[in-house]
Each structure stands twice: as structure tokens, then as C-alpha cells.
């Protein structure tokens, strides 16, 4: 593709039609009129050089986002335009950072990210774009610190997210800032206080970062949609500023180390969609009130120390029916793209990434914890529920028996708790189960078979039931019917150990018994113990005369032992 001499050109936008060839530039004086140039969405082959910048002389805005193409500026090549708007979002512009920057102060709205740059920012960086109102540097390789203080810029829009910036947070007053997002660094320190004066802020992320203490009690967010700041080392109990943030749809304080119970106003953010706390030092109980968030899609309180039972009335969170719908509201699925594949969840037993697909995603994950009681059994009437992880818990009682209604279920662990009774045959009109996990409980009973249990773990499907003796049935070895083997062989050796222990303990009951009748007849009947006493004389005498005349003969031989010699 060849684009020749026009001088007259003010506008040439070429964007998102996938031209795949490569593309020639003029070079020095081709379009001196040329005001707005983008090229962005393609998949173009080639360099631009500062050779085809310099004909661009009335240049001011330029978008070459997504565009394939490699920008090369020397140090010594200063491009003749002021640009206003500069977007170069993944292309490459490599190390070190683009010096001709430097010159371009009119900017207003800078994209850089995904340009695999590798180098420390420069300390002319915040100077030069003290006017930018949107800046992206995300998804590089930059290091260094940030200033200490951003104080009176004019910016609503900073993304410094996926880089390697240390130091401490700068204080901030901007009046108009609106988005700031500056996760996954290596950001230490505690939350500035100046923060608080952000009142148009809608959207905050400072997740895996290296933060802690406690997070601010002056916070006025009132507006705010979406707060992460997961993945820290924050302390402290739940903040209590969140309480007037009406309008939060998206809540992540994970892996932190607050503690303390949760409180019953939490209810009151109805707006909430999203709530994780997991992997902190929570304790006390769920409160119910927690029912009241009818709008919640995701609630994950895993990795604490919560006790009591699951709150009943769960049938209250109409965010998890299939009626409701998915997707979050106007103003909350901005933020939501913001994720780019770097939100995990775990679910199916791994740790999953998601990206902008999380405003479709709903699960209940309460695992790691130390609830007991039963399962609510409304619980079944959450037919949108995809992942629901009860895991590692004290509960008990028996597996809900209409569970075969939660259609969306693709993940359902019950492990390591103490359920008891047979698992319910409603179980295998799970369709669109891929896991499960039933084992180390008290189940008993056969299992159920079909549709979509038939295909679970195929390569080990008997590790979704261990550690339940009383399961029988296939994928186990063990046989529900009466011919098994091992049944039978038990049984067998059961009966032969405890034969001789019944047959003398008969025989012993049954000499009693005869002895106690026979006396009982001889008191009762004065004709028996006439006759029985008669028995035992008659009976003496022959014994008597028996014993006379055999001892008479043993005299004699014992007297005269060779006297039947003689008489032979």
C-alpha cells in the first residue's frame, strides 16, 4: 500500500479495516495540511521512521493503536508537529523511552501502553504532560518512582497499571481525577490521605501492590463504581466509608489483613455485584442482611475465619437467576474491561483468569472457613449460579435434594466437611457441570449415574467420592448389590469369630434354664420328689453293689496276681 503527495489532505483515517499489506509512507514534505492521521486496527508491516514525520508539519492528532506497526525515532530526531492527541497503544516503540516526547507538552490525551518499552521513566515525564488530562503507560516494563506529589494536574484519567514502579503513592489533589489505576507494581507505603479529596472518582485499583496500614477513614467516594485493592499487605477492619458509596458496583479487598466481623449495613450497598473479601482475618458471622444485595453476582468470603451458619434467604439474591440477566450496569462495565485477563478466580478446582467475560461470571465461594449447620435449601433456586464452593467447612446434614434445578452449575465443591445421606439423584441433570467434588464427608448410599456425572475426571473419577465409606457403586470398586466380594468376605469372618462365643454362651444359658425347672418341679409336686428320691436310691444301690464287687476283684488280684495262671 503506497500513499503519494496530497497536499491538500487534512484528514486520513484508515482504521479497523484490517489491511494486512505493507505500507509506504511518503517521506519529509508529503502532506504539510495533514491534521488527523490514523491507522489504528490493522495489521500493516512496516516502520515509521522519523523520515515520515517530518513532513508532517500540521500534524495533531495521531492514532496508530493496534496498528502492527513499529515507531523509530532517533535521539536526535525531533518531529516539527505538536501533537494533541497521541495514541500508540501496542505498537513498538521499545528502549529507551521515545525521547522526542519530550517536545510534545500540548498533549492532552497520551497512549502508550503495550509499547514494550524497557527503561525508567524520565524526570521529565510528569513535567512535560502536566496538561494531559488521559495518560496510558500501562503494560510495559517502566521502573522508577513516582513523584511525591501530582498536586493541581488536571488529569481525570491515569493508568500506570503492569509495571514495575516503587516507592510510595504521591499525594494527589485533582479535582477532576476520575480513573486511576496502578495495579500490579511494586507500589509500597500507606494510602496518602490526600486521596480522600478525590470526590469525582469512580474507579480506584491499586491491587498487588505492596500497601499497607489501614486504609483511610476520611474517604468521601460517593461516586465511586468499582474499588480493588486486593493483593496488598492493608490492615484494619472493614472501612467504614463504604457505607455511603451507593453507587459501588465492584468491591475487591482480598488477600489483605483485615479483620473483624462484617458488618450488617453492608446490606445497604445495594448496588453491589461483585464482593470479594476472601483470604483475610474476617471472623463472626455472615450477617443476613447480606441477603439484601439483590443485584450481587459474585460473593467470594474464602480464606477467613467465619463461623456460623450459611444466613438463610438466599433466594433473595436475584442477581444469580437465570430471569435476571447478566452484565453489570451503565457507568460499571467501563471499568469491568479494565481487567484484560488479570483477574483470578478460583473455580473447577484451579485458578482461572478472567478478563471482561467476569460481567457474565456468578459463583458463591465460601470455602476455607469454619460455618456450620445445613445447606439453606432455597439455595436451589439460584438457577444462574455457575460456581458455588462450600468446601472446607463444618457443615452437615444432607446434600439439598432439588440441587439438580441450579442448571448453570459448572462447579460445585462440597469437600471436607461432615454431609451425610445419599447423594441426590437430581445430580445428573447438572448438564453443565465440568467438577465436582464431594469428597472427605459422611455420604452414603449409591451414586448417582448419567449424563453428565458419566464424564466428570475421566481419568480418576472415583477422587470426586473419597473418603465417604458408606458410597457405593461405580467409578468406586466397592458393589451396592449383595454378591460383593468384600461384603461377603467380611461377613463370613464376623460369623466365624463370633461362633464359639454364641455356642457356649447357649449351652451354659441352657443348663441353667433345665436345672431351675427341675428344682421348681420337686418343690412344686410332692409325687415327683417321691418318685425322684426313689430314682437316686435305686440308682446309689447300683452303683454301690457295682463298686463292692469290683473292688472284691481287684483285692484278689492284687493279693494272688499269678492264681489265673493256675487255673489255666
Known amino acids: 500500500m503506497e500513499l503519494g503527495y496530497l497536499s491538500g489532505l487534512t484528514t486520513l483515517h484508515l482504521g479497523y479495516n484490517h489491511l494486512k499489506r505493507e505500507l509506504y509512507l511518503p517521506k519529509l514534505v508529503a502532506w504539510p495540511n495533514l491534521i488527523s492521521l490514523d491507522l489504528s486496527n490493522n495489521k500493516f508491516d512496516g516502520i515509521i521512521t522519523d523520515e515520515h514525520f517530518a513532513g508532517l508539519i500540521s500534524l495533531k492528532e495521531i492514532n496508530l493503536a493496534s496498528s502492527n506497526l513499529k515507531v523509530v525515532v532517533g535521539a536526535h530526531g525531533f518531529p516539527p508537529f505538536r501533537l494533541q492527541n497521541a495514541r500508540f497503544a501496542s505498537c513498538t516503540m521499545g528502549t529507551p523511552f521515545p525521547p522526542w516526547l519530550e517536545l510534545q507538552n500540548e498533549i492532552t490525551e497520551l497512549d502508550l501502553s503495550s509499547n514494550a518499552l524497557i527503561d525508567k521513566i524520565p524526570d521529565w515525564f510528569w513535567q512535560t504532560f502536566s496538561l494531559a488530562t488521559d495518560i496510558d503507560i500501562s503494560n510495559n516494563q517502566l521502573s522508577g518512582t513516582l513523584p511525591a506529589d501530582l498536586s493541581g494536574i488536571n488529569i481525570t484519567t491515569l493508568d500506570i497499571s503492569r509495571n514495575s514502579f516503587a516507592g510510595p503513592l504521591p499525594s494527589i489533589e485533582a ?129 477467613n475465619d467465619i463461623s456460623g451458619s450459611i444466613p438463610p434467604h438466599l433466594s433473595n439474591l436475584t442477581g444469580l437467576y437465570a430471569a435476571y440477566g447478566f452484565g453489570y450496569e451503565a457507568g460499571f462495565t467501563t471499568t469491568v474491561n479494565q481487567f484484560e485477563d488479570v483477574l483470578s478466580i478460583i473455580t473447577k478446582g484451579q485458578e482461572l483468569i478472567y478478563g471482561d467475560g467476569l460481567a457474565y461470571y456468578t459463583g458463591i465461594d465460601l470455602s476455607g472457613n469454619s460455618l456450620a449447620g445445613e445447606i439453606p435449601l432455597d439455595i436451589t433456586s439460584l438457577d444462574a449460579l455457575i460456581n458455588l464452593n462450600l468446601s472446607s467447612n463444618n457443615l452437615s446434614g444432607k446434600i439439598p435434594n432439588k440441587i439438580g434445578a441450579m442448571q448453570s452449575l459448572e462447579s460445585l465443591d462440597l469437600s471436607k466437611n461432615k454431609f451425610f445421606g445419599e447423594i441426590p439423584v437430581s445430580l445428573s441433570n447438572l448438564t453443565s457441570l465440568s467438577y465436582l467434588n464431594l469428597s472427605y464427608n459422611n455420604l452414603s448410599g449409591s451414586i448417582p449415574t448419567g449424563r453428565q456425572l458419566d464424564t466428570l475426571n475421566a481419568d480418576n473419577p472415583s477422587i470426586m467420592y473419597i473418603g465417604n465409606r458408606g458410597l457405593c457403586g461405580p467409578p468406586l470398586r466397592k458393589s451396592c448389590s449383595g454378591n460383593d466380594t468384600s461384603v461377603h468376605v467380611d461377613h463370613k469372618s464376623n460369623s466365624q469369630e463370633l461362633y464359639p462365643v454364641s455356642f457356649y454362651l447357649g449351652l451354659m444359658l441352657g443348663f441353667v434354664v433345665g436345672l431351675w425347672v427341675l428344682f421348681c418341679a420337686l418343690l412344686l409336686k410332692k409325687t415327683w420328689r417321691i418318685s425322684y428320691f426313689w430314682l437316686v436310691d435305686k440308682l446309689y444301690d447300683k452303683i454301690h453293689l457295682s463298686a463292692a464287687l469290683s473292688w472284691t476283684s481287684l483285692t484278689k488280684r492284687i493279693l494272688n496276681p499269678y492264681s489265673h495262671m493256675d487255673s489255666s
Open 175 to 303: 479535582p477532576q481525577l476520575k480513573i486511576v489505576l496502578m495495579f500490579s507494581n511494586q507500589i509500597g507505603g500507606t494510602i496518602p490521605e490526600s486521596f480522600c479529596t478525590l470526590k469525582e472518582l469512580l474507579d480506584l485499583d491499586l491491587s498487588s501492590n505492596a500497601l499497607e496500614g489501614e486504609i483511610p477513614h476520611c474517604f468521601e467516594f460517593k461516586d465511586i463504581t468499582f474499588l480493588q485493592l486486593s493483593n496488598n499487605s492493608l490492615s484494619g477492619h472493614f472501612p467504614a466509608f463504604l457505607r455511603k458509596c451507593t453507587y459501588l458496583g465492584f468491591l475487591d479487598l482480598g488477600w489483605n489483613k483485615l479483620f473483624g466481623s462484617l458488618p450488617e449495613w453492608i446490606g445497604e450497598v445495594n448496588k453491589l455485584q461483585f464482593l470479594r473479601l476472601s483470604h483475610n482475618i474476617f471472623s463472626g458471622n455472615i450477617p443476613i442482611e447480606i441477603t439484601n444485595l439483590n443485584n450481587l453476582q459474585y460473593l467470594d468470603l474464602s480464606g
